[in-house]
């Protein structure tokens, strides 16, 4: 059981170039959620999933959009990569779809794009 | 709008010293409230939870946390510190703007001295 991987860990981007970051749960979580972590900021919902097939915005989504391929996989894509988009992104998933449960975080992905 | 507010952006405190470490939170329902805490290069871990009953709750390293609706707190304490517990610590209310979401805080990093 190996919970919320992510891939990859590490990436240096050049600004304009595109990527997805992959996240899969192996709990059997209905909802999904992507944050980015900022010094002195916290988290910051970028992207949610509710459930499979439904995906919604947060609180910082521009720049980003994001794929629920099946229950288990939540990717999120930058399109054009911007220097204001170097942070570490967090994967989480949570059992419950229509109320609040405990989230379930992955180890992160450390992005830089200069 | 709803949040949460963590006033302690760095505490110092001495190994086998007692902690406290401060969460206030604005939101105008009975919210779900949570500590995680992460170490260096990792990701978020829960280490207890609130939702509803005795509003002292225990959690795992042995850390409690008391939920206080008139003061708008959840704060975070742990009797005697170990030089492991040195990490960040960011508390989050859900039950806001959507069933799922989870606000955080801006976290509070804890060292410990020897």
């Known amino acids: 059981n190996a919970g919320v991987t992510q891939t990859p860990k590490f990436q240096v981007l050049k600004t304009g170039q595109s990527m997805t970051l992959q996240c899969a749960q192996d709990?059997?979580?209905?909802?999904m959620y992507w944050y980015r972590q900022d010094p002195g900021m916290g988290l910051r919902l970028i992207y949610y999933s509710a459930s499979e097939g439904t995906t919604d915005k947060g609180e910082v989504p521009n720049g980003y959009n994001v794929s629920r391929l099946n229950k288990r996989e939540f990717s999120l894509r930058l399109e054009s990569a911007a220097p204001s988009q170097t942070s570490v992104y967090f994967c989480a998933s949570s059992s419950r779809r229509d109320r609040v449960s405990e989230q379930y975080f992955g180890p992160g992905t450390r992005l830089t794009v200069t | 709008a709803q949040s949460v507010t963590q006033p302690d952006i760095h505490i110092t405190v001495s190994e086998g010293a007692s902690l406290e470490l401060r969460c206030n939170y604005s939101y105008g329902a009975t919210p779900y409230l949570f500590w995680y805490v992460q170490s260096p290069g990792q990701g978020l871990q829960l280490l207890l939870k609130?939702?509803?009953?005795?509003?002292l709750v225990q959690g795992i390293k042995g850390f409690e946390a008391e939920f206080k609706r008139s003061q708008s707190s959840f704060n975070l304490r742990k009797p005697s510190v170990h030089w492991s517990d040195a990490a960040e610590y960011f508390c989050?209310?859900?039950?806001?703007?959507?069933?799922?979401?989870?606000?955080f805080g801006q976290g509070t990093r804890l060292t410990i001295n020897p």
């Open positions: 989050a209310v859900g039950g806001v703007q959507g069933a799922q979401k989870l606000v």
């Open positions: 609130y939702f509803s009953g005795d509003t």
């Open positions: 709990m059997n979580h209905n909802s």
